[in-house]
């Protein structure tokens, strides 16, 4: 028995030259969760997913009416966090429903993550931001669903040893949008960004010019792909994004909190290519390069986690996603990831193979997800900051879907 593509349920207006493009993209899976993308490859840029609609927000109009429950990515040696000990993930659960019935009055969906960057479209600083909340709304216009989100997450930090007039509490805000569109016969264009606020807020009168609430609204991100079917069995998938991130940042130096400056930026170039045998079988083929710079480089450790910006990497991946029947599907992935960073101690040159497995199983309005890979997926924002070790270690990603409308 064989899933319905996400647009058979009344969404023939949008996207009608991309039907066959789409409904391949989504066919190849009866389930769509974090897991999913795990298993191939960490990023979801290249393919179709229920989980991309806080990066792509356009498309929650096609996902909805599902509740998604997440256990997050973890170590099976050190838990939700890394070699250093930053939080970097958690668990989560996210609610995609429509409003008035098969969405006439549009589509809201609502987040909740223990760690804000499971759900961060793609942001170059997180700070171990906890207590992630985001809202999405969606709604359709003739060939096109348009979509607003806000997500907002918190961190309070001690930087005097316990004293509470070293403490300080950081807070950011994104404030975005996403289009999806038709752009006539057999392209699909997706649109996304958003500005990003980061507030530093002293507890207590700290000292060494940090005294003061650092804000900033400086920062934003814009990105955008397109699905471009070449063949009734192949789809070609550019992309393109840019993100800029500009505020101050309050840091302890010596148990003294002090205030540093972040002025970065990442151009981020891809193109993918899927190729679908048939219903049941997806071949995803990528190719990615990133160029950052770090304009205004702080001071913090070479060897610090975030503390510095690759100078450049590219990313090759291939993925594989096989149903073998109405309640299995397997997934693989690897590739290669050649790492160029510049510190203050010189530039370092890493390759990686990534590999990841995953599988779903399946029952009515029902699926349990499940990945492992050798490492942390790598996310746009993981992948541009300096993380060493990542690929030492295992990590699980278990995710459960329930369709709560047939």
């Known amino acids: 028995m064989r899933r319905l593509p996400p647009f058979s349920r009344g969404n023939s207006r949008l996207l009608s030259g991309c039907l066959l493009v789409l409904a391949l993209l989504a066919a190849a899976s009866a389930s769509a969760t974090n897991a999913r993308i795990a298993a191939l490859g960490g990023r979801a840029d290249f393919f179709t997913d229920d989980a991309e609609v806080n990066r792509w927000c356009g498309a929650l109009p096609d996902y909805a009416d599902l509740v998604t429950l997440e256990a997050g990515n973890f170590d099976l040696g050190g838990g939700y966090h890394d070699q250093w000990g930053a939080l970097v993930s958690g668990p989560g659960v996210g609610i995609h429903a429509d409003l008035g019935g098969s969405g006439r009055w549009g589509t809201a969906g609502f987040f909740l993550h223990a760690r804000q960057q499971d759900t961060d479209p793609g942001s170059l600083h997180q700070d171990d931001l906890t207590g992630g909340i985001g809202l999405v709304y969606a709604r359709r216009f003739g060939g096109a669903a348009a979509a607003l989100r806000y997500d907002r997450a918190t961190r309070t930090t001690d930087l005097a040893g316990g004293a509470p007039a070293g403490d300080f509490e950081t807070t950011a805000t994104s404030l975005g949008g996403g289009l999806r569109m038709d752009l006539g016969r057999n392209i699909m264009l997706d649109l996304g960004g958003e500005v990003r606020g980061i507030s530093q807020n002293p507890e207590g009168p700290v000292g060494g010019g940090a005294g003061k609430n650092q804000d900033s609204w400086r920062s934003f991100a814009l990105r955008g792909r397109a699905f471009i079917q070449l ?41 993918g290519l899927d190729f679908f045998p048939d219903p049941d079988n997806m071949l995803v083929c990528s190719g990615e390069w990133f160029y950052a710079s770090d304009n205004a480089r702080t001071t913090l450790p070479a060897d610090s986690p975030g503390g510095q910006l690759i100078d450049q990497a590219v990313v090759l991946r291939l993925a594989f996603e096989r149903r073998l029947n109405p309640w299995l599907t397997a997934r693989a992935a690897t590739g290669l990831e050649t790492v160029t960073r510049d510190s203050p101690t010189g530039n370092q040159d890493t390759d990686h193979v990534p590999l990841s497995l995953g599988l779903s199983l399946y029952a009515p309005r029902m699926a349990l997800d499940v990945a492992v890979s050798d490492r942390l997926p ?28 047939p």
Do not use: C
């Open 231 to 271: 063949d009734p069995r192949l789809a070609a998938v550019p992309l393109a994004e840019y993100i800029h991130e500009d505020f101050p940042l309050m840091q302890a130096r010596g148990g003294v909190p002090v205030v540093a400056a972040i002025d970065r930026e990442l151009v981020h170039l891809g193109l």
């Open 378 to 405: 790598q996310t746009v924002t993981r992948l541009a900051l300096v993380s060493p070790g990542d690929e030492d270690s295992t990590w699980l990603t278990i995710n459960f879907r329930y369709g709560f409308k």
